[in-house]
């Protein structure tokens, strides 16, 4: 397994987010990530990336554990977060903000333009000045740059217009063909079922269900995602 997660228990401060959460992602898998509104998912991957270290459990990534690793050193061992909310360097441009963290490998700067022109468009253009979608582009871009063995998206196509959420799913398809893990949160049922390889549902802080998206009938639709 590229991502193994058993039991973990994660806090903010003395309130109490993650009650065991269990998931696991082999290499080449994409896995959604999924539950109503404050379940945990958010939490779930500040945990895996140690940017909110979990109390109890384990996190294995590459066969290591992450535990007392700082944020910045799991993401150096492969692990590329695009998190919510789309954080770009807005005084950077497009072309600084992906190459500020880019390290060597399949994934260049014309291997993002390709994925997304609009980028290669206002390369030279501060990250402020873009729309909130070509925000989220270069957010991807920027996580594909530095060449993830694992690619987190948390909620990439919220809030954006029609045409850019098309944009953004066509991209995270072209990176599944292309064999990137990816591990997924996103609420467009519609789209992210058809992607992913397997879901693992959470309710209040703990893993309840885990299955292919085929599994998933109205029934688990009803209980558990609230559609
Ligand atoms: P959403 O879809 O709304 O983003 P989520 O499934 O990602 O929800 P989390 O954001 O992980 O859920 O929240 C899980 C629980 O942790 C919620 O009860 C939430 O209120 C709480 N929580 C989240 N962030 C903090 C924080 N910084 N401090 C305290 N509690 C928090």
Redesign the pocket.
């Given at each position: 397994m590229l991502l193994q997660v058993e039991d973990i228990k994660t806090f903010?401060g003395s309130?109490q987010?993650l009650f065991g959460v269990d998931l696991s992602l082999a290499e080449g898998e994409v896995v959604a990530l999924m539950?109503r509104?404050?379940?945990?998912?958010?939490?779930t991957i500040r945990s895996i990336c140690n940017l909110t270290p979990p109390k109890s459990g384990s996190i294995m990534f590459g066969g290591q554990p992450t535990a007392r690793q700082p944020a910045f050193k799991v993401a150096q061992r492969g692990l590329g977060l695009v998190p919510?909310g789309r954080r770009c360097f807005g005084s950077l441009t497009v072309y600084e903000n992906l190459t500020a963290a880019a390290r060597h490998g399949h994934w260049t700067i014309e291997r993002v333009n390709d994925l997304f022109p609009r980028l290669a468009e206002r390369r030279n253009q501060q990250a402020r000045t873009l729309s909130g979608g070509e925000q989220q582009m270069l957010a991807v871009g920027r996580a594909l740059m530095t060449n993830p063995r694992l690619l987190i998206l948390d909620e990439a196509t919220e809030g954006l217009a029609p045409v850019i959420r098309d944009d953004i799913w066509r991209a995270i398809r072209a990176l599944k063909t292309d064999g990137l893990s990816i591990l997924l949160v996103d609420k467009t049922l519609s789209e992210l079922l058809p992607v992913a390889d397997r879901c693992v549902i959470?309710e209040n802080?703990r893993s309840v269900w885990a299955g292919k998206p085929v599994e998933i009938d109205t029934d688990i639709k009803d209980r558990y995602l609230g559609v």
């Open positions: 903010y309130s987010a539950g509104n404050g379940m945990g998912k958010t939490t919510e959470l802080g």
